[in-house]
C-alpha cells in the first residue's frame, strides 16, 4: 500500500516542500510561497487528491507549472493511504481514498464507464456503486460479458415486477430470479393474466426502461424491512424476510416507484434494459410446495444485443417444430395421460424406436464386457438406509408398506448391482467386474417438473457399473470415452462437451484418494484427445465425475452420459474382493451411462432429428405404394422382399390418388417412399423417393435394396 505526504516536491511516491531556506520556513505558515505562488493551490490540491496514481498527482503539477517549491498548509495535506486497484490485465491504480467501481471505470475512459453495468470485486460480482475501501482486484462488468447478462436478466426480472405492480397494483409480488436464457417473476393476483395482458406489460416494461431511472441500493435490518412490506401490503415478501435470522440486515433496491427485497447487484439504471421479451405465463406453487397457494409464472428472455434476442427467438421457433411432444402425436409414438401422470404410453411406432435403442445398447454390452443383469424394482427399506437414500432422498421416492415392512420402488440401480456382487466370493482376478442393466427407476419428481418423456416419474437407464481396483480407474474411464464417443457418433451427436467435477468441501474418503480419482478421469480425457473443462466442487460427496453433455443440431446442450468414481456405496454396503496379498479390499465402483434414461434420450433424439430419426433407427423404413390395383401383387411381392431383408416395411394398397398417398407417408418422415406402377412392374424395378422430397428415379429392387442395406449399416 503506498504512503506519502503531499507537501510539495518529489519524494518517493508523495509530494513534499523542501523548506529550503528560513524565510520559505516563515513563509509556511501563511501558506503561499512568494517566489512561486501562482493563486491555483486548491485547483492543485484538488487535482493530487483525485488523481489515479500519485505520479499522475505529479505530473499534473510540474505540467501546469506549479514546480518543484510549491508548497501549501500542512492541514490540507494530511498522512494519507492510497488504495491500490489491479485491473484484469494485471496493470495497476492508486487512488487516495475509497473509490466506487463505477469511479474506477470512469478513471479508465469514458467509453468503458458508459457500458459498465457492474463489477468484480476480488471476484465478487458487485453494483458500480459498490465502494472499494482496501486494495482490491477489480474488473468492470459489461454486457460482453458472462456475468452482464446476468446482471441485465435479474434486472429485467425487477423491470417486470416494476411493470406488472403499475399496471395492476393489486399484485403481490414475491421472487424472481435468473434461468437459463432469461428469468421470471411470481405474482400473486385475482385473476388470471391474459396473452393481451403480457403485451401490455411487455410495453411497460419499454416504457420504464426508456425513463433511465436509477436503480439504487439501500439496506435496513430484518425487522424493519419485514414492517416496511407489511406496510405497503407485500406479506410474500414480509414472509421471505422474516425467515432471514434476527442480526442479519436486508438489502432493498428502488427503481422509480417500485422497490424490491433483493441481494443484487443490478444493472446502475433502467436505461441499460433494451432487449427482452416476455415469453408465458404458468403455475408455479409459492416457495414449491404443492400445499401454497397457486402463483402466476412470468417468464421473459433478455440480451445483450438485439441481434442476441433475435437470434434466441428463431431458435426457439425451430425448437417448437422440433418439440418432441408435438412429433410424438404427429408421428403417433406415444402420449401421456391423467389416468398415469409422469409415465409413458408407447405406441407400436413408439415402442420400436425405443427397442431399436434397447437391442442396440444391448450389443455395446455384450461387444465391451458387460454382463447384463436384473435387479428387483421394489426394495427394503433397510438398504436405503444403509445408502444413505431413506434419509436423503426420500422425499423423491415412491414407497409402500406391506406386512408392517416399508418398501420403495428404486430411484437408481447402484445398490441392486452390489447386491450381486456380494454373492459369492470375488477375487482381484475378477476386476474389473462390469455389469450392465435395462433398470426401470422411479423418481416422485413434482408435476410442474413432468416435461413430456424428457422429465418423467418412471424411466429405464442403461446403468451400468464397473468394480475395480484404483489402479484400472485410468484405463477404465478411457475404455468408457471412446466407446461414448462411438455411440453418440451413430445416433448422430458428433458434438460433446466434456467437463470433470472435481472435490466438494464435505466430502468423504482421502485427499490422497481423490487426488488419484481426480487424475485418472483428467488422465483419460488427455488421453482420448478431448479439450476439457474443470467445475472445481461440483463433484458429488462420495467421488468425482465426467459429465459428458451433448450439443444439438440448433445449438442446445443435453447433458447425458456420465462416469463416477464411488468410494462410498461398496463401503456402506461392504463390499469386498479378495486382493492379490490374500487380504480383504474394497473396490472402488464406477458408476457409468450413456444415454442416461432411455426414455428422455429418445426424446431428445426426435427434437435433434426433428423427428426424422436415421434409416437404422426409423420405426418404418420404407413405404411401397401401388399406383392402381393392377400392381397390387407385385406391391405386395416387393414388400415381402425387403421384409425378409430384415427392415420395417409399410405396404399402402388403398385405392387413393398416389399423389395423396406419397404426401401423407412423407408427412410421416419416412426414409424411403417406393412407388409402383405398370412401367416399374414390368422392369421389376421401383420408382425411389427419399426424405426431403428426393427423386431418386428408378432403380431394380436388388439396387435399392443394397442401397437402403448400406444406410442401415453405416448408421445413417
Known amino acids: 500500500m503506498a504512503r506519502g505526504l503531499l507537501l510539495g516536491g518529489v519524494i518517493g511516491t508523495g509530494v513534499k516542500i523542501r523548506r529550503s531556506s528560513p524565510q520559505q520556513e516563515r513563509e509556511r505558515h501563511t501558506g503561499y510561497d512568494t517566489a512561486n505562488y501562482n493563486g491555483n493551490a486548491f485547483k492543485a490540491y484538488w487535482a493530487v487528491v483525485r488523481a489515479p496514481s500519485a505520479l499522475s498527482a505529479i505530473k499534473f503539477i510540474v505540467k501546469r507549472g506549479f514546480g518543484p517549491r510549491f508548497f501549501l498548509p500542512d492541514a490540507l495535506f494530511p498522512t494519507f493511504t492510497m488504495i491500490q486497484i489491479t485491473l484484469p490485465d494485471s496493470s495497476k491504480r492508486e487512488y487516495p481514498q ?44 459489461t454486457a460482453k460479458d458472462a456475468e452482464g447478462l446476468e446482471l441485465i436478466r435479474h434486472s429485467a426480472a425487477h423491470l417486470l415486477a ?147 434476442l433475435q437470434q434466441y427467438l428463431t431458435m426457439l421457433e425451430e425448437a417448437d417444430k422440433r418439440d418432441h411432444r408435438k412429433l410424438g402425436k404427429e408421428l403417433d409414438l406415444f402420449h401421456i395421460d391423467d389416468h398415469s401422470p409422469g409415465l409413458v404410453f408407447w405406441h407400436p411406432k413408439g415402442w420400436t424406436v425405443w427397442q431399436g435403442v434397447e437391442q442396440y445398447m444391448r450389443k455395446v454390452y455384450r461387444d465391451n464386457g458387460y454382463q447384463e443383469v436384473k435387479g428387483p424394482q421394489l426394495l427394503d427399506k433397510t438398504l436405503w438406509e444403509k445408502t444413505g437414500h431413506w434419509d436423503k432422498y426420500r422425499d423423491n421416492m415412491f414407497t409402500t408398506e406391506s406386512e408392517k415392512r416399508d418398501f420403495a420402488l428404486k430411484p437408481m440401480n447402484c445398490p441392486g448391482h452390489i447386491l450381486i456382487f456380494k454373492q459369492g466370493i470375488k477375487s482381484y482376478r475378477d ?63 458428433k458434438n460433446i462437451i466434456y467437463k470433470v467435477a472435481t472435490r466438494p468441501e464435505a466430502r468423504i474418503g482421502s485427499d490422497e484418494s481423490w487426488d488419484r480419482a481426480e487424475h485418472a478421469l483428467i488422465e483419460s480425457l488427455r488421453a482420448s484427445g478431448c479439450e476439457f473443462e474443470i467445475s472445481p466442487g461440483e463433484g458429488a460427496f462420495y467421488g468425482p465425475k465426467i459429465e459428458y453433455t451433448l450439443k444439438d443440431a440448433i445449438g442446445r446442450q443435453w447433458q447425458c452420459g456420465t462416469i463416477q468414481v464411488d468410494f462410498s456405496m461398496p463401503e456402506r454396503l461392504d463390499a469386498e474382493y479378495v486382493g ?100 416399374e412392374m414390368a422392369a421389376g424395378a421401383v420408382s425411389v423417393r427419399a426424405r ?11 439396387a435399392f435394396a443394397q442401397q437402403i442395406a448400406l444406410d442401415v449399416a453405416q448408421k445413417v
Not at 458 to 476: P, V, Y
Open 162 to 308: 416494476y411493470a406488472v405492480k403499475e399496471l395492476f397494483p393489486e399484485v403481490q409480488v414475491t421472487i424472481g430470479p435468473v434461468i437459463e436464457n432469461g428469468f421470471f417473476y411470481d405474482f400473486s393476483y385475482k385473476r388470471p393474466f391474459t396473452p393481451e395482458d403480457l403485451v401490455a406489460i411487455e410495453k411497460r416494461m419499454a416504457a420504464l426502461a426508456a425513463k433511465d431511472e436509477p436503480v439504487t441500493r439501500r439496506v435496513l435490518p430484518r425487522d424493519e424491512a419485514v414492517a416496511h412490506f407489511k406496510a405497503i401490503g407485500e406479506n410474500y415478501k414480509a414472509e421471505i424476510i422474516a425467515s432471514i435470522p434476527v442480526n442479519e440486515d436486508v438489502s432493498l433496491y428502488r427503481e422509480g416507484a417500485f422497490e424490491d427485497l433483493c441481494r443484487g447487484p443490478h444493472v446502475p439504471s433502467t436505461g441499460k434494459l433494451k432487449f427482452f421479451k416476455l415469453m408465458k405465463v404458468a403455475g408455479a406453487y409459492w416457495r414449491g410446495d404443492h400445499r401454497n397457494e397457486m402463483l402466476q409464472r412470468i417468464y421473459g428472455t433478455a440480451w445483450a444485443t438485439k441481434d442476441e
Open 98 to 141: 475509497a473509490v466506487t467501481v463505477a469511479e474506477v471505470a470512469a478513471s479508465i475512459g469514458t467509453g468503458l464507464a458508459k457500458a459498465a453495468l457492474g463489477g468484480k470485486v476480488d471476484g465478487k460480482l458487485v453494483d458500480t456503486s459498490y465502494l472499494v475501501e482496501k486494495d482490491s482486484a477489480v474488473a468492470i462488468v
Open 431 to 493: 476386476l474389473p467386474l462390469r455389469y450392465g442393466e435395462f433398470g426401470q427407476c422411479h423418481r416422485n419428481e413434482p408435476t410442474g417438473g413432468l416435461h413430456g418423456i424428457m422429465r418423467v416419474r418412471g424411466f429405464t437407464q442403461d446403468d451400468g457399473h464397473i468394480f475395480c481396483t484404483e489402479a484400472q480407474i485410468l484405463k477404465e474411464c478411457v475404455d468408457y470415452t471412446t466407446l461414448l464417443q462411438k455411440v453418440y457418433a451413430d445416433f448422430g451427436f
Open 692 to 702: 426431403g422430397n428426393k427423386d431418386l428415379g428408378a432403380m431394380s429392387l436388388e
Open 580 to 679: 492379490e496379498d490374500g487380504a480383504r479390499h474394497r473396490p472402488v465402483m464406477l458408476h457409468r451411462a450413456i444415454v442416461g434414461s432411455l426414455e428422455r434420450f429418445i426424446g431428445i433424439l426426435i427434437e435433434e432429428h426433428a423427428g426424422a430419426l436415421p434409416t437404422w433407427l426409423a420405426p418404418a423404413q420404407v413405404s411401397v405404394l401401388n399406383i392402381t390395383d393392377s400392381q397390387a401383387d407385385y406391391a405386395r411381392g416387393v414388400a415381402k422382399t425387403l421384409q425378409n431383408q430384415g427392415l420395417r416395411v409399410n405396404l399402402d394398397l388403398r385405392n387413393e390418388k398416389i399423389t395423396y398417398k406419397i404426401r401423407e407417408h412423407a408427412l410421416q418422415k419416412l426414409p424411403y417412399i417406393l412407388v409402383v406402377g405398370d412401367k
